[in-house]
Structure formats: structure tokens, C-alpha cells
């Protein structure tokens, strides 16, 4: 290596100023001597002996022959500085620490709701940054805190045998609804990694066209608790519910579901058993939603109940009104590449009032959902559902003290932890 380096110094006198026939042949014996490739030889001649000229004291102009193995960087000044990168992370944090795709695009709805709620602060300059900032920027300059972020979800529905054949079944690929209204439904089980006696189930509902979210605690699978839940969460979204779509559990596929889908003219249809992509708009919700707010403990008495529903009853407003989602838009296959398109983030507020009447949401409901949203503070429904969480975390582990159970190593990991593209988009 060092006989290369000497080679390359002494054949490259001279080399900038040769005609092109000359650094033809002093090329060919650089390859010759040396056994470089012929480009990596020519990079090689053009940056050995290279001049280099810069500023010295009282404004001298110094000027030394450079190494090609020192390559001089190009220094350019940031684009964005400590107030855009705090002023990020701050969004970040009330924003549930989404990613840059999502959160590009919501910058300029968010920002202004913040500085209304006096929950941010920023200049001129740091404004007009924020709202011109790539996705990648943004994952670039929240990198070092991204690193915290990791849960992982599970799913414990047996599955069921009554009414099957008068419940048709439907597929993932078949959910082709262009308005709002398709509901696809599950349980999300809190036992704690132990499958003994009741616990505590939360009712998960997710519409497929805007992504909008509901979730109700209940004491357990029983299906009094289920229909009741499912009432409300009917009663409660603001748009007309056209279909559900379940598992084959039981708390499901019972007569009592169907005899309440039938009177009020909802389609009702089942996944296949065992293909959890049948419903996976809701199936990545267990994880977004569910268990990224209340983790794996077990819950299994009236108090976490209570806090639970008092817990998701916040939760509902954050995730609909402040947490912009991405839906897929097609996805194409090119050999054994899938390559997915996805439209803008945006929430599922903004996706509800984008649908016009046919599509069932009234003209009153959008004014109903207009002044909810003028009325709220991101920063404040987030700060109030961390202390619900210590407080449900609180009970759960002072119950497990008294019991005498140490806490599970992974539950104590996803304690620390704090965090939808989603499946389905």
C-alpha cells in the first residue's frame, strides 16, 4: 500500500495540467504499477496533488497540496436548529410520537391548535420551518428519541360454533367500502399472561373507510357485557353503521348480536377462523390503540374497570380528532417486490367530514363534531390519559405486591416503553 501511495504522488505531477493523451498514458502505467481499477485510477490522479486554497490570518490566501485519501466536506450550515428540533419533539410528544409521514402532513393543522391552547410557543422563522419540513427531516431529528419506542401485541379469541351457518363469512379482500358505516369488531384481553378466571376485555371498533376508533371496557367474554358495549359504540359514532365484521368467537357469533344486527338493519359477517388479516384494520388497532394505552397487565376488578372506561373515554378524542393516519391506496406486486401507495395522513375527524351525506353522516353531526374539536386540547386530554395510566399501572402492581407476584421482566420492559403506517393503512 505504501509503494501505491509513492507511485500515485509521483505520477500525479503534472497530471492536472497534461493534454488528454498524456493522462491517457500516465493512466495506463498508473494501472500498470499499481493494479487499481482504471476509474478508481483516475479518481485517484484527479485528487492526489490537488491544490487547495483557504483563508489564512488577516485574510492571506494560503494555498498546500492536498491527499487524495483527505477529502475536504462540504460545510453548509442547518437548516434547522435547536427551536425547530424542540419545538418538534414537543409536537411529537402530544402527537403520540408518530411517525414523519404521519406527522408531516399534520403540522400545519396541529401547530395552530397548540398555540391556541397556549400549549406552544415558537417564532415567525421557526413556524415557517415546521410547515415546510420533510418526513425524512423529521425522522432524522427525532432519531435519537425514536430509540425508546418498541410493544408488541397478542391476541387470545377462542373461536366459536354457534349460528356459524347463518352468519356469512367475508374476507380481507372483499372490504371494498367507499363510505363509512363497515365496522370491523374484536376483544382484546387483558389476563396478564395467565388464562385463569375472569378478566377484564376491551371492546375494540374500527371503521374501515375512516379509520374512526372506539373501545369500551367489560368485566369479561360474556356476551351480555359484549352486546351492551356494542350498543353504545353504535349509538355513539357519528355515522350510520351499515356492517359488522367479527371473529368466530362466541361473545360474538351469538343470537343475541345478530337478533340486535337484524332489528337495526346492520349487515353482520365473520372472518375466516385462524386468518387474522380478515380483519386486520381493527387487528392493528389492538396494538396502536389498545395495548400502547394500557399495556399487558392483567386487570380484573371493578376499579380498573372503572379507570379503563374512564381512560377510553379520552382516548377516543385523541385517537379521532389528533392522530392522522394513513390508508392504503393500492398495492402492486412487480416479481416478488409488493410495492404499497398510501394517501395523505390525515385524521379520521378529517376523514368523517369529508364524506357527504349519502354516505351517512349528517350535516348535524358534522357541526356537533366541529365544535368538539374547537373545544379541545391535544396537550391536556394527553396529560390527563398519563395520569390515568399511572393510576390503572398503580392498582395493578400494589395488587400484585399483595398477592406476592413479582411483575414479569417484559411487562416492566413495556412499562418504560411509550409507544398507525397501519396494516390497512
Known amino acids: 500500500m505504501r509503494e501505491r501511495r509513492a507511485v500515485s504522488w509521483e505520477l500525479a505531477k503534472g497530471y ?3 493534454t488528454k493523451k498524456e493522462k491517457g498514458r500516465v493512466l495506463y502505467t498508473m494501472v500498470r504499477l499499481t493494479g487499481y481499477n482504471r476509474c478508481y485510477a483516475s479518481w485517484v490522479l484527479r485528487n492526489c496533488r490537488r491544490s487547495v486554497c483557504v483563508k489564512g490570518q488577516g485574510g492571506v490566501r494560503l494555498s498546500f497540496l492536498g491527499d487524495h485519501r483527505k477529502t475536504l466536506r462540504r460545510r453548509r450550515g442547518r437548516s434547522y436548529g435547536e427551536e425547530v428540533s424542540s419545538a418538534l419533539k414537543r409536537i411529537w410528544e402530544v402527537c403520540g410520537y408518530i411517525c414523519g409521514k404521519r406527522l408531516g402532513p ?6 395552530p391548535v397548540l398555540e391556541k391552547c397556549g400549549e406552544l410557543v415558537v417564532g415567525k422563522e ?6 415546510g419540513i420533510s418526513a425524512a427531516t423529521i425522522d432524522r431529528l427525532l432519531a435519537a428519541e425514536k430509540k425508546k419506542l418498541r410493544l408488541k401485541g397478542r391476541c387470545r379469541t377462542k373461536p366459536g360454533s354457534l349460528l356459524k351457518s347463518q352468519i356469512p363469512v367475508r374476507t380481507f379482500a372483499e372490504w371494498d367500502e367507499k363510505k363509512p358505516g363497515f365496522l370491523e369488531v374484536d ?10 378466571g375472569d378478566y377484564i376485555q376491551t371492546l375494540d371498533v374500527t371503521d374501515v373507510h375512516t379509520g374512526w376508533t372506539e373501545t369500551e371496557a367489560v368485566r369479561n367474554k360474556a356476551q351480555i357485557w359484549t352486546l351492551e358495549a356494542m350498543k353504545r359504540i353504535v349509538g355513539r359514532v357519528p355515522f350510520k353503521v351499515e356492517g359488522i365484521d367479527s371473529d368466530n368467537g362466541g361473545e360474538f357469533i351469538n343470537a343475541h348480536l345478530l337478533e340486535f344486527c337484524e332489528k337495526s338493519r346492520i349487515t353482520f359477517t365473520r372472518s375466516r377462523p385462524f386468518r387474522k ?11 396502536s390503540v389498545v395495548r400502547r394505552a394500557v399495556g399487558y397487565w392483567r386487570y380484573d376488578t371493578e376499579e380498573e374497570l372503572a379507570v379503563l372506561n374512564e381512560l377510553y373515554g379520552l382516548l377516543r378524542l385523541y385517537t379521532n380528532f389528533f392522530q392522522p393516519v394513513m390508508k392504503l391506496r393500492e398495492k402492486q406486486r412487480v416479481g416478488s417486490k409488493v410495492i404499497k401507495r398510501y394517501d395523505q395522513a390525515k385524521t379520521p375527524y378529517r376523514r368523517v367530514l369529508e364524506c357527504g351525506v349519502h354516505e351517512g353522516v349528517s350535516a348535524s353531526a358534522k357541526e356537533r363534531l366541529r ?13 390527563k390519559i398519563s395520569d390515568l395510566q399511572d ?8 395488587k400484585r405486591s399483595c398477592e406476592g407476584i413479582a411483575s ?3 411487562v416492566e420492559a413495556r412499562r418504560r416503553e411509550g409507544t398507525e403506517v397501519s396494516a390497512a393503512g
Open 277 to 287: 388479516n380478515d380483519n386486520c384494520f381493527v387487528e392493528q388497532k389492538n396494538y
Open 391 to 398: 393510576k390503572l399501572i398503580d392498582i395493578a402492581t400494589g
Open 126 to 131: 421557526t413556524r415557517r420551518k415546521l410547515f
Open 106 to 111: 399534520y403540522l400545519a393543522e396541529i401547530v
Open 408 to 410: 414479569p421482566p417484559v
Open 187 to 196: 376483544l382484546v384481553s387483558h389476563d396478564g399472561g395467565s388464562t385463569q
Open 371 to 383: 365544535a368538539e374539536y374547537d373545544h379541545m386540547n391535544p396537550a391536556e386530554i394527553n396529560r
Open 16 to 18: 492536472h495540467k497534461a
